[in-house]
């Protein structure tokens, strides 16, 4: 019998897209669906019988969600392979600043993000290691009695099946044993703090593809952009005034500013400084209070090329 408990998820950012690399971080996790697909052809059409021939194996797909609980040293390791741009700066001896942002450029011909190997155990002989990772999406959330709440859509060039790392040898962060919870978290919009906002998903698609060729092999030969980053974010508030629901029929541009905080300095502020409602659809249930489901884009503010930034503080010096 194998236990999802007794599994891990070790991290370790890679030199060379699809090089695999020993994993060096480890992340709790709440769950994890990664997973290869085998795609398959057929090679004859008429062939003298009413039996099924026998199909060819073709190209091999990893993809597949983590859903992790938003501890401050996990969290930066999906920030950095998600947005892909940091920039660190010591706060004290033991405390670093960073603040991520999207790429203004691909980090190679063959990798427009960072990559990074996967290596997941499931309690099962072995661990499979994805190598090649990047960050397909990356989709963070909150809302009363939960954690911040972070699920990175992977896709990876191939997998492996190796010895698992020993027990010992996995540690998960334990400063701050805890991640990121819904009670400390603080929202503003136009820098004006409110209490309204019952619950938030904010989502980063990147946008991305693999892209198979005739390199000898049945892993993807890269992974590139379909599109440009887009940035959207979601939530329930309370309808108490007009004033969203004006800036919705006015296209007015909103800054949303969304931190939450531990003790001993930890801290992640989400910075939205252009957005603007694409959606805010009113409507009565029933007898009970008013909410508005809300749909807002972000757009890249004058002098930058991100339309987000995130501020984390934690102990790790770099990524």
Sequence with gaps: MSYGMLGYIGVAKETTWGTPVTAGSFMEAMSENLSTALDRFDTRNIFNSLSEPDDAVGLQRNEGDIVIPANPEALGLLLSAGLGLVASTSVTATYWNHVFQTRINDVSSLNPLPA???????????????????????????????????????????????????????????????????????????????????????????????????????????????????????????????????????????????????????????????????????GQQGRGRNTVSFDAKARVPVGSASAIAVQLRNNTSAY
């Design 116 to 282: 990074y190997t996967y290596e997941v155990f499931r309690d099962v002989t072995s661990a499979q290691q994805y190598a090649g990772g990047q960050v397909r999406q990356l989709v963070l959330a909150s809302q009363p009695n939960q954690d911040l709440r972070v699920t990175a859509t992977l896709l990876a060039k191939s997998v492996l099946n190796k010895a698992r790392i020993a027990a010992a040898s996995v540690l998960f962060p334990t400063t701050p044993g805890q991640p990121f919870t819904f009670d400390t978290c603080s929202i503003a919009i136009a820098g004006a703090a409110t209490d309204r906002i019952e619950g938030f998903t904010l989502t980063i698609n990147n946008q991305l593809e693999g892209v198979p060729a005739l390199n000898n092999s049945t892993t993807l030969a890269r992974v590139h952009r379909t599109g440009p980053v887009m940035i959207n974010l979601q939530g329930t508030i309370s309808f108490n005034d007009v004033s969203e629901f004006l800036d919705f029929m006015n296209q007015t541009e909103r800054a949303f500013s969304i931190s939450f905080s531990k003790a001993n300095s930890f801290l992640c502020v989400m910075n939205l400084q252009r957005c603007v409602y694409q959606a805010f659809p009113l």
